[in-house]
């Protein structure tokens, strides 16, 4: 069974960093895409980042290029997203999933695998 556990989420200043985690279960994160995704109550899930362990590529939406970067930790099965110049848009709750696609400048989810997410808040 495919689990996705995030964490890492919380209130900080607009300016500041915050490093979320997600914890994958069930597959094996380097044999899939894994990205990050967030929602604001009332809009559609937008795709943040996407990584591909086979070639080592990394994908951004425009709105967070130079300022978040994706890793993974294949040996504890885990994909990071560090945020830093953290902006008021940028609140929402974060959830990370397997399977991403990037088509132009958009991210789109392959696979209906979601965690619970976590929940950025950045106060100006």
């Known amino acids: 069974e495919v689990q996705l556990v995030e964490s890492g989420g919380g209130l900080v200043q607009a300016g500041g960093s915050l490093r979320l985690s997600c914890a994958a279960s069930g597959f094996t994160l380097k044999d899939y895409t894994i990205g990050w995704f967030r929602q604001v109550p009332g809009k559609e899930r937008e795709g943040v980042s996407c990584s591909s362990s086979s070639d080592g590529s990394t994908y951004y939406a425009d709105s967070v290029k130079g300022r978040f970067t994706i890793s993974s930790d294949h040996a504890k099965n885990t994909v990071y997203l560090q945020m830093n110049s953290l902006k008021p848009e940028d609140t929402a709750v974060y959830y990370c999933?397997?399977?991403?696609?990037?088509?132009?400048?958009?991210?789109?989810?392959?696979?209906?695998?979601w965690g619970k997410g976590t929940l950025v808040t950045v106060s100006s």
């Open positions: 999933a397997p399977g991403c696609w990037v088509a132009g400048p958009i991210i789109y989810n392959g696979m209906d695998n």
